[in-house]
């Protein structure tokens, strides 16, 4: 009971002790404002993203993470039975193979368009 009578008012006063150090004593309109420099922009400042490069990014990351997920099969191959690791290898590697044919059929894998 004292224990967590003492953890609580260290808690309290950790919290209380943050508060006050952390408020602001100088409300000032200009520090509080967004920086602009003045001058107007040469070209528009609204460029358009990329898609082809968001495509690629996110196949990167899906072909990514499946790769750390067949990571893992190879140390269990020895403590699992052969045919049920076959299989589940080849469906998941179908999966993959599937997935890179279409995105390659959607030509989404072209860099030069």
């Not at 990571?71 to 890179?100: A, D, E, R, V």
Request: charged share 15%.
């Amino acid at each position: 009971m004292i224990m967590s009578m003492t953890t609580l008012i260290i808690t309290n006063l950790m919290m209380l002790l943050n508060m006050i150090l952390s408020k602001k004593t100088i409300m000032d309109r200009e520090k509080s404002s967004p920086f602009e420099c003045g001058f107007d922009p040469k070209s528009s400042s609204r460029i358009p993203f990329s898609l082809k490069f968001f495509l690629i990014a996110v196949i990167f990351l899906i072909f990514d993470i499946e790769i750390a997920l067949l990571l893992p099969t190879m140390p269990t191959m020895m403590l699992s039975n052969m045919n049920q690791w076959m299989m589940t290898s080849i469906i998941f590697i179908m999966i993959l193979i599937t997935g890179l044919y279409h995105e390659w059929n959607q030509g989404a894998l072209n860099w030069t368009k």
